[in-house]
């Protein structure tokens, strides 16, 4: 078996060696998870989930819509290698229609 060094990268050979000479600090899944966390509760879903516990009401459509959209982003983000330095673009996230 022979390997070679592939235009001055070792990733192919090496997957867990990392660039020690970078000062950027890689984006963890728990940040992904951390800003849908935040879009969340922007959306105040905790309080919509509470409503529809205690009164049985359903949670409106498009806030539920929304929740779900917001958690598969952020599977899909947090599945990205490397996860982009911009994650918290909403480039990347819904945006909520009609609120």
């Given at each position: 078996?022979?390997?070679e060094?592939?235009e001055?990268s070792?990733?192919w050979t090496?997957?867990?060696w990392r660039?020690?000479?970078?000062?950027?600090?890689?984006?963890?899944?728990?940040?992904?998870?951390?800003?849908?966390?935040?879009r969340?509760?922007?959306?105040?879903?905790?309080?919509?989930?509470?409503r529809?516990f205690?009164t049985?009401?359903?949670?409106?459509?498009?806030?539920r819509?929304?929740a779900?959209?917001?958690?598969?982003?952020?599977?899909?983000?947090?599945?990205?290698?490397?996860?982009?330095d911009d994650?918290?673009?909403?480039?990347?996230?819904?945006?909520?229609?009609?609120?």
């Amino acid at each position: 078996m022979r390997f070679e060094v592939i235009e001055g990268s070792r990733e192919w050979t090496e997957p867990a060696w990392r660039n020690t000479n970078s000062l950027q600090a890689s984006i963890l899944v728990e940040d992904v998870e951390a800003e849908a966390r935040r879009r969340l509760r922007s959306c105040k879903l905790n309080e919509w989930r509470t409503r529809e516990f205690i009164t049985g009401q359903p949670m409106p459509d498009d806030i539920r819509h929304f929740a779900m959209q917001v958690e598969f982003a952020a599977v899909a983000i947090a599945r990205l290698s490397p996860i982009p330095d911009d994650f918290d673009s909403d480039v990347y996230w819904p945006r909520m229609l009609g609120r």
